[in-house]
């Protein structure tokens, strides 16, 4: 028999360049976010390289359209590398394209509070921020009317708590998430009235890591306490609707931090006493049937 040797198909070169561009804007997209995470450079540099990334995932997406289109037309091969290339490019693409159409429905803001008009103040946190953050005081009237058109469920939570009991939920609710607290200052007692509780902490954004800075203010009122939360990215004039998040999930944990029954420390469970066990009574007839047998 003659065998036949079928000519290997050409790999179209497109597809060959759109599966490396791929490949090459997924390790700098993995660089980028490690550097970003680490904070071994500077924000802006490190937001260069993960936007880096992002243009070679694009024009990957591009040669591997084109490859595909030249692989149906010429019938070259090369299908392979070109449907790699775009699904890497499409995963990286994918996630800054939500971000993007949140962006576009939520108010450019990266401060978000539940008292605009006293806001609770950053103090602690105001000293370590770097000079190129967003300025640690509020930025007024006008922010205030954006979240509350965009955030109007987000207000104080009033509980019939007492100051301490609403602090001490607060805190606890702040250590459980692992923030890391910079200054804590539980309400005391002042003159005529209660000093306020004030909590500063730093949450961190789940991929790249940037850092919050979060602030909670706990004041006495005539039935309980009021406690009032600050939420404000240190970089970028949109928040993306993250710190609103994170206020109302901080309002709705310490309300069930609240709720929740505290266990009474000072009582001990009584002990159960052991039943006595009942001895064997000693069988007096025996030897009363024995003489009588006898």
Do not use: C
């Not at 978000?112 to 103090?123: C, H, L």
């Not at 919050?212 to 970089?235: H, K, L, Q």
């Not at 993250?242 to 002990?271: C, M, Q, S, W, Y």
């Amino acid at each position: 028999m003659v065998r036949r040797r079928l000519a290997e198909l050409p790999v179209s070169r497109l597809a060959i360049w759109a599966r490396r561009l791929a490949l090459f804007s997924l390790a700098a997209m993995l660089i980028g976010i490690i550097i970003v995470r680490s904070g071994a450079l500077d924000i802006v540099p490190a937001m260069a390289t993960l936007a880096g990334a992002l243009v070679l995932a694009l024009v990957a997406m591009l040669l591997a359209l084109g490859a595909g289109i030249a692989i149906w037309r010429e019938g070259v091969g090369g299908a392979l590398e070109a449907l790699t290339a775009f699904l890497i490019a499409l995963a990286l693409i994918a996630y800054p394209a939500y971000l993007g159409v949140k962006a576009y429905r939520l108010p450019a803001i990266y401060d978000v509070t539940t008292d605009p008009i006293d806001p609770p103040r950053f103090e602690a946190i105001a000293r370590l921020r770097p000079r190129d953050a967003n300025p640690a005081a509020y930025a007024g009237l006008y922010a205030a009317q954006l979240q509350r058109a965009a955030y109007a469920d987000i207000e104080p939570d009033v509980s019939n708590s007492s100051p301490q009991q609403a602090y001490d939920a607060a805190l606890k609710v702040i250590t459980k998430r692992k923030w890391h607290i910079v200054d804590s200052r539980p309400p005391q007692s002042a003159g005529s009235g209660i000093r306020e509780g004030h909590i500063e902490a730093i949450a961190r954004t789940p991929i790249l890591g940037f850092r919050e800075d979060v602030v909670v203010r706990v004041r006495a009122t005539p039935d309980g306490a009021r406690i009032d939360y600050r939420s404000a990215s240190r970089y970028g004039r949109h928040d993306l609707g993250g710190n609103a998040a994170r206020v109302r999930a901080l309002i709705a944990d310490v309300e069930d931090a609240l709720a929740a029954p505290e266990p009474d420390k000072g009582e001990k469970p009584e002990k159960q006493e052991k039943p006595e066990k009942k001895r064997p009574r000693p069988n007096q007839a025996v030897g009363k049937g024995n003489s009588a047998k006898r």
